[in-house]
């Protein structure tokens, strides 16, 4: 851990923890309520950063929605954590995501344009993650995710994933294409979609 200060958001008061891992690319920031050790599983979120849609509201993606949703949550839950992860356009990074956009624009759905690029559909990884949820001795968790692989990953890390909780907002018609693409070829447990 480098650094850790209250942070007051509209969903409660939070503490931030920043981590910084072996190399350059691991970093990573917790927010946190609650005993992450307490008797009930703590209420986690594992999201990786979108620039494009965290901050600059995109509706291409779920992601801004997905963050909101769990920061409220989370709030609501007895503990939990949300992890940000620098892992930008699946772990391909932003520029490359700009371009798989524009691939996007094209025809192309997210995990063609991403392969097209040279990448995987999902580069992400979750070691880093797993080892900051040890580190608060959060080693069951209650997984607020829609992604089976990311479940898979946590649990082969050492983390035991006793529930997964759904983390889908309402589906805008923008990104309902998008909802499809991970449904479909990625394995992404969505309703309604």
């Known amino acids: 851990m480098v650094a850790h200060a209250t942070l007051p958001t509209r969903h409660g008061l939070f503490t931030i923890y920043g981590f910084k891992g072996d190399s ?6 917790a927010l946190v309520r609650g005993d992450l050790k307490g008797k ?5 979120r594992v999201h990786s950063q979108c620039l494009t849609g965290d901050v600059l509201a995109s509706l291409r993606c779920d992601c801004r929605a997905q963050l909101e949703l769990s ?10 954590v949300l992890i940000y992860l620098p892992q930008e ?3 391909i990074g932003l ?18 344009a991403n392969e097209k690029l040279g ?11 797993a080892n900051i949820l040890k580190q608060f001795g959060a080693t069951r ?3 607020l995710s829609n992604n089976p692989e990311k479940v898979r990953q946590l649990e082969k890390a050492g ?23 991970k449904k479909s070829k990625m394995g992404h447990l969505l309703k309604g979609i």
């Open 24 to 29: 350059a690319q691991e970093e990573a920031v």
């Open 40 to 44: 009930i599983a703590p209420l986690v």
């Open 71 to 80: 920061l409220k949550e989370i709030g609501r839950a007895p503990s939990g």
């Open 89 to 91: 356009g699946r772990g």
């Open 95 to 112: 520029m490359n995501k700009l371009r798989a956009y524009q691939l996007q624009d094209g025809g192309m759905d997210t995990v063609e």
């Open 119 to 129: 990448f995987a559909a999902d580069s992400r990884d979750y070691d880093f993650c």
């Open 141 to 143: 968790i209650r997984l």
């Open 159 to 181: 983390i035991r994933v006793v529930e997964r909780v759904a983390c889908q907002p309402r589906i805008s018609k923008t990104s309902r294409a998008y909802l499809k693409t």
